[in-house]
Nanobody, 126 residues
Framework: QLQLVESGGGLVQPGGSLRLSCAASGFTLQNYAIGWFRQAPGKEREGVSC????????YYANSVNGRFTISQDDAENTVYLQMNSLKLEDTAVYYC???????????????????WGQGTQVTVST
């Protein structure tokens, strides 16, 4: 019954912005860390961002640091990923997943995360 559903993807021009949502059901986000990951065709999955269960610790991949912001709304039981200054290389399917915590050294691999959503497509194109 633990489920995550991504939404908010779409087509945007370089430099544009998009906000992704990761809605949780069957569990409270206050007990889990949530990571955002992405995968483009022909490329390996990569971690984008992670937020601790408390919402107080935030992690970002170097490639998105300063452009993306992760946050959570406990009342809505939803994690968001605000993406600004989008680049062509940001094009990918974006997924969210849950884990007990963000590991500062390995969270970006996503190996210990579970309850993966179906993903939402983000396309940055001219």
């Amino acid at each position: 019954q633990l489920q995550l559903v991504e939404s908010g993807g779409g087509l945007v021009q370089p430099g544009g912005s998009l906000r992704l949502s990761c809605a949780a059901s069957g569990f409270t986000l206050q007990n889990y860390a949530i990571g955002w990951f992405r995968q483009a065709p022909g490329k390996e999955r990569e971690g984008v961002s992670c937020i601790s269960s408390s919402g107080r610790s935030l992690y970002y991949a170097n490639s998105v640091n300063g452009r993306f912001t992760i946050s959570q709304d406990d009342a809505e039981n939803t994690v968001y990923l605000q993406m600004n200054s989008l680049k062509l290389e940001d094009t990918a399917v974006y997924y969210c997943a849950a884990h007990l915590r963000c590991d500062g050294g390995t969270w970006y691999k996503g190996d210990n995360f579970s309850s993966w959503g179906q993903g939402t497509q983000v396309t940055v194109s001219t």
